[in-house]
């Protein structure tokens, strides 16, 4: 059974959005991450889970969560907001194609899962952009 580190969790994560070729922004880790490009990604850890399993195996399940949020300034560089909105939607379906096909992080975790989440519009450096949320949560094995 897995039995994954935050750290290599990290850094698997990393890995996988940085091949995603539609973010031409590229990926960022930490809620304060500035883009220079678009559309873009920052993932950052927002919350952990212990899940107990029988006290005889003194082994338990801890799951991370995740959010990794797919930005789009609205209006960049004499692109529109059509354009934009367009470029905006492929980053979020490559970004959930590549976590489904790499579903266990190369296999390093015990499962993980996608939440749903809403567009939201937020002030950035570039002017408004949008943020999609993706909610990942991420379970492996802690033997204690």
Known sequence: MPNASIASIRSALST???????????VLTGRTA???GFPAARFYLIGIEEQKT???TFQNYRVYTFSIDVVM?????????SASEGEFQDAVDAVLDK????WMLG??????????SVVRYEE????VATYLPI??????????
């Open 124 to 127: 950035s450096a570039q002017g």
């Open 99 to 102: 976590l489904a096909t790499e």
């Open 16 to 26: 996988r959005l940085a091949a995603v070729s539609e973010l031409k922004g590229g």
């Open 34 to 36: 500035s883009f220079t």
């Open 73 to 81: 300034a609205i209006q960049i560089n004499g692109v529109g907001k």
């Open 54 to 56: 029988d006290e005889d």
């Open 107 to 116: 296999g390093i975790v015990e499962q993980t899962s996608i939440e749903t």
């Open 135 to 144: 909610i990942l949560k991420v379970k492996t094995l802690v033997s204690t």
